[in-house]
């Protein structure tokens, strides 16, 4: 298979404030959120970055979708640098995080009409594409209500559509079904699969074994902002669980820095 994403040594250290330090107990004036993570995801597959809350998933991801910049390392994403081509990046991918807040003012409608213009989208292309994702998470039916009338669920949908409004090649989920509903949750798992079905390329990150599980062709493992294993999940899981694997892992992780 192709390499369509490929990270190379990412690195990024943020400052903690005094009250973070009081937070987490500790007299550290810095905390490294990515530690040197090396990983390679395919074309047309699921990659899944597992982690505990803290465990630099997010940050991770960030730095592909050109939103934070690395302090040392780079990404290569179909064929692209994070580094010096987030443009063209941005161009590639969708992004989704749990962090993304839509403005409450405005609908759905605007929103997708938006950002198909900002993706440079004919209109009739976008009024076609619009037509079949909202149908396709009923979003139809509250296209002009004001996102902040829409329930949990219903934001998080159209979050998604909005996200791929350009039919990315490759999407990048941060969490993709953090606090939704089971029903929902579903919806969006489900979708995921179609992507890849559609040759799509996704990195999706979780502390949810189920969802790697269930979704994933391949997984990295990270913790503490270092990638402490990277395999097929049929490799990871050949003498034990998913989720007996990590807890071994992070045990001996823990054991290391203690």
């Known amino acids: 298979m192709n390499v369509i994403l490929k990270t190379e040594g990412l690195c990024k250290t943020f400052k903690l404030t005094a009250k973070q330090q009081k937070l987490q107990n500790t007299k550290k004036k810095t905390i490294t959120a990515a530690d040197h993570v090396t990983f390679e995801a395919y ?8 982690g505990p809350n803290g465990a630099g998933k997010t940050t991770t991801l960030r730095i592909l ?25 941005r161009s590639k991918i969708g992004f989704l995080t749990s962090e ?3 403005e409450d003012f405005f609908t759905p409608n605007y929103l997708f009409d938006f950002f198909a213009t900002i993706h440079h989208i004919a209109p009739e292309t ?5 037509k079949e994702l909202f149908e396709r998470f009923g979003i139809d039916k509250f296209a002009e209500v004001k996102i902040a009338n829409l329930s949990q669920g219903m934001k998080q949908k159209a979050s998604l559509v909005i996200s791929i409004v350009h039919d990315p090649n490759i999407i990048i989920f941060d969490e993709p079904t ?3 509903d ?16 559609q040759g799509k390329s996704i990195i999706v990150s979780t502390h949810i074994f189920s969802l790697v599980e269930k979704l994933c ?3 990295g493992i990270i913790i503490n902002g270092k990638m402490i294993a990277c395999d ?4 990871l899981t050949a003498e034990k669980s998913l989720e007996d694997i990590f807890f071994d892992l992070y045990a001996e992780s823990v054991g290391e820095t203690a």
């Not at 097929?232 to 490799?235: F, G, I, M, S, V």
Request: hydrophobic fraction near 45%; charge should be negative; aromatic fraction near 2%.
């Open 178 to 180: 953090n606090g939704l």
């Open 65 to 89: 979708a050109t939103i934070i910049k690395a302090d040392e390392g780079d990404a290569i994403v179909d064929g692209s640098s994070v580094k010096n081509e987030p443009d063209k990046v």
């Open 182 to 197: 089971v029903i929902t949750a579903k919806v969006v798992t489900d979708f995921l699969q179609e992507l890849k079905a």
């Open 126 to 130: 976008s009024a076609k594409r619009k």
């Open 217 to 219: 062709d391949r997984a």
């Open 100 to 102: 993304l807040k839509l």
């Open 232 to 235: 097929t999940l049929a490799n």
């Open 43 to 50: 074309e047309g597959e699921i990659f899944g970055l597992l």
